[in-house]
Nanobody
Framework: QVQLVESGGGLVQPGGSLRLSCAAS????????MGWYRQAPGKQRELVAS???????NSVDSVKGRFTISRDDAKNTVYLQMNSLKPEDTAVYYC???????????????WGEGTLVNVSS
């Protein structure tokens, strides 16, 4: 099996920063794409940012210039550095990874359980 464990969420004032981490563990052969989604109350889940094994990153327009995604393949970990946070960034943030397990020849999407980011004064 494969597990994704997130950390780093919490309460922060507008303009503040947080760094989310997501570590993948288990029977991993390789990891392709990694990234973060978020779901705000009453809204659909949206893609925030993603990053390829080569480090090519994409992010939604609303976070460009404020959020930075990165990964450490030696640790099977993806990060999301969030600066200049706004109240509208409040959401549950979910990491995901496209993983090939040791016992499989194809890739499967795995998800973390989510971590709450609350931007409020």
């Amino acid at each position: 099996q494969v597990q994704l464990v997130e950390s780093g969420g919490g309460l922060v004032q507008p303009g503040g920063s947080l760094r989310l981490s997501c570590a993948a563990s288990g029977s991993i052969f390789s990891i392709n794409l990694m990234g973060w989604y978020r779901q705000a109350p009453g809204k659909q889940r949206e893609l925030v940012a993603s990053i390829t094994p080569g480090g090519r990153a994409n992010s939604v327009d609303s976070v460009k210039g404020r959020f930075t995604i990165s990964r450490d393949d030696a640790k099977n970990t993806v990060y999301l550095q969030m600066n200049s946070l706004k109240p509208e960034d409040t959401a549950v943030y979910y990491c995901y990874a496209v993983v090939r397990r040791i016992d499989m020849i194809y890739y499967i999407n795995y998800w973390g359980e989510g971590t709450l980011v609350n931007v409020s004064s």
